[in-house]
């Protein structure tokens, strides 16, 4: 954060807040117990370290407002990847781009993901396609995992 660090401004919020009690969940790429303390220190109320599931996330959420899901049968929402294929297209790219990739799924950067992949030549649109359709739905764990 430019001006301000996450722990300064948990502890603004929480201080200006009304009724004290807007919920903050702090995401942080460390994942060290003395960086989920420090978050709690100051006014957190949840941790979570990156890379995460959405599963994760959804549940920090419901905990922090005191609600449950109700999940739509996960066959009709699957995605249906051609593992081979696209591993194949993958390795047709140069190493730096693939670990750029893999940093920004890392990172759960629909973005930067999407960012990369203007850089893909236009005889790769199926990847193209394919990695955005995966970005989209918030599926890193699957970019993550055809990059490895």
Do not use: H
């Amino acid at each position: 954060m430019p001006i301000i660090n996450g722990y300064e401004a948990s502890k603004f919020i929480k201080s200006n807040s009304p009724e004290k009690s807007t919920p903050i969940i702090a995401v942080s790429a460390n994942a060290f117990i003395e960086d989920q303390q420090q978050a709690l220190a100051v006014g957190c109320d949840d941790f979570i370290s990156k890379p995460f599931s959405t599963n994760k996330l959804l549940a920090a959420i419901g905990r922090q407002l005191n609600i449950s899901y109700a999940y739509e049968d996960e066959a009709s929402v699957k995605i249906n990847v051609n593992t081979e294929k696209i591993k194949s297209s993958l390795g047709k790219t140069s190493p730096e781009w693939r670990e750029r990739l893999y940093n920004a799924s890392c990172l759960c950067d629909d973005n930067q993901v999407f960012d990369l992949l203007k850089e893909l030549p236009q005889s790769e649109q199926q990847l193209q396609r394919k990695i955005a359709e995966l970005a989209q739905n918030f599926r890193f764990d699957l970019i993550i995992e055809l990059i490895s």
